[in-house]
């Protein structure tokens, strides 16, 4: 075609990149729509009756469910679960075992976020000492995260950098339940803001539609450079 001589470089860069920005806008829309879906099955479990800690082993998709526990918190194992920031103050989250005096469960309970400013002073927490019926929801996490060491510190309370359920249970030697319970608010919470996700699914739209900007202002720019080699060569 003589009037459009884009030239054999810009034509590799477009080649390159033009389907990239294209499939980076369509996995942006895809995100969003996963993220519409898991807020409302996170509606839907809220609408839902309460179950037992007895029952969350028999469901086939777990996540959000909320449960109703009576029991006691055991004081004497705590875990930190550090690096966790609100506000962008530091701190971490405070998980505890509690055992379901109705059904005899153990659960890992998460009660919230506490501030840490100086590590060089223990975060101070307290633990209530008589029976306690709570409201929580159970947390499934999108995925394994990728974690340099995994081992745990020593002593209690024990700093822990990320939650694995199952090595929690067998350094307690304890049958519980395989999931952590996130608090809902109230007296035994401490700052108990749970996040569903930290992006919305609108923002998920507002980058595809910037990738696809990025696309079509590209072709348009490759349209135009075409175009205008071809005219300079023909003078």
């Given at each position: 075609m003589n009037g459009f001589k884009p030239g054999v470089i810009p034509t590799l860069v477009v080649l390159c990149l033009l389907p990239l920005l294209v499939w980076l806008g369509f996995w942006q829309l895809e995100r969003g729509e996963q993220k519409r879906d898991m807020l409302a099955r996170q509606e839907a479990r809220e609408a839902a009756a309460p179950i037992g800690p007895e029952q969350i082993d028999t469901l086939q998709e777990p996540a959000y469910a909320r449960v109703n526990l009576q029991g006691r918190f055991d004081a004497e194992h705590s875990f930190l679960l550090d690096s966790r920031t609100r506000d962008g103050r530091v701190g971490v989250e405070l998980l505890q075992p509690f055992q379901d005096q109705p059904s005899g469960r153990w659960v890992l309970v998460n009660r919230?976020?506490?501030?840490?400013?100086?590590?060089?002073?223990?975060?101070?927490?307290?633990?209530?000492?008589?029976?306690?019926?709570?409201?929580?929801?159970?947390y499934v996490p999108s995925g394994d995260p990728f974690i340099l060491n995994r081992r745990m510190a020593e002593g209690w309370p024990r700093l822990i950098n990320h939650v694995d359920v199952k090595d929690i249970w067998t350094l307690l030697g304890r049958d519980g339940v395989g999931y952590q319970l996130r608090l809902a608010p109230g007296p035994a919470a401490y700052r108990a803001d749970w996040p569903v996700t930290f992006m919305q699914p609108q923002q998920h739209v507002g980058y595809a539609v910037q990738w696809f900007a990025l696309a079509a202002a590209l072709l348009a720019l490759f349209i135009y450079f075409g175009v205008h080699q071809a005219r300079g060569s023909k003078q």
């Open positions: 919230g976020w506490l501030p840490w400013p100086d590590r060089r002073i223990p975060p101070k927490f307290d633990t209530p000492d008589r029976p306690l019926k709570l409201s929580a929801w159970v």
